[in-house]
């Protein structure tokens, strides 16, 4: 059974503190990907990985950085908390091969920045 | 750009009857996927069906049915005889053909609750 494994479902953090977010993937994935959502806008590609050590922006990578030393595990960073951080972080895994072009998705991180 | 619209934010529908959800998107691409994807409450966002640009033929999948309209850039999800546990926020989503990565592009959700 394939598995997205998030390392937390809720986190609460203060304005300003460095926050790791943590996503594991057990299907030797090379595609990773950082979601945000948020009522109203969807979710919002972040940043995504298509291999280890590479990384590309998405659509909204402002005030996040992301870093993926090993295959199966890939890190959302928010070097610096904010509050218009606050949101549900949705990370998701898909093969290479486009012809299985589905993606996988985690439970989910609601992070609160206060 | 792509973008992918959902105008209808919340819907509801009774226990065993139909309902259909409504998805436009705009690309310049020929080639490319369509997906919805259903996100239940507290769990997990799943792939319920997809769709190739290229295919006429209609996506099936047991109870989901999409209606493709190419020309019109409309891809809307029927529910058929509706359960309880299709009570869900649904997602329409784009990727084109040519992506090396698998980006998909979410419009914005319809939460939908089947009511007993």
């Known amino acids: 059974d394939v598995k997205v494994t998030q390392s937390s479902r809720y986190l609460v953090k203060r304005t300003g503190e460095k926050v790791f977010l943590e996503c594991v993937q057990d299907m030797d994935h090379e595609n990773m990907f950082w979601y945000r959502q948020d009522p109203g806008l969807g979710l919002r590609l972040i940043y995504f990985s298509y291999d280890v050590k590479m990384k590309e922006k998405g659509d909204i990578p402002e005030g996040y950085s992301v870093s993926r030393e090993k295959k199966e595990r890939f890190s959302l960073i928010l070097e610096s908390a904010s509050t218009n951080q606050t949101s549900m972080y949705l990370c998701?895994?898909?093969?290479?091969?486009?012809?299985?072009?589905?993606?996988?998705f985690g439970p989910g991180t609601r992070l609160t920045v206060l | 750009a792509q973008t992918v619209t959902q105008s209808q934010p919340e819907m509801s529908v009774q226990e065993a009857e139909t309902v259909t959800l409504s998805c436009t998107y705009d690309?310049?691409?020929?080639?490319?996927?369509l997906f919805w994807y259903k996100q239940p409450p507290s769990r997990q966002m799943i792939l319920v069906i997809r769709q190739e640009a290229y295919k006429q033929q209609n996506a099936t999948e047991n109870r989901f049915s999409v209606n493709f309209q190419k020309a019109a850039k409309s891809f809307s999800l029927k529910i058929s005889d509706s359960q309880l546990g299709d009570t869900a926020m649904y997602f329409c989503?784009?990727?084109?053909?040519?992506?090396?990565?698998?980006?998909?592009?979410f419009g914005q959700g319809t939460t939908l609750q089947v009511k007993p």
């Open positions: 998701a895994s898909s093969p290479w091969d486009r012809s299985y072009n589905e993606q996988f």
């Open positions: 690309t310049s691409e020929s080639n490319y996927y």
């Open positions: 989503a784009f990727m084109k053909q040519s992506s090396n990565t698998g980006k998909l592009i």
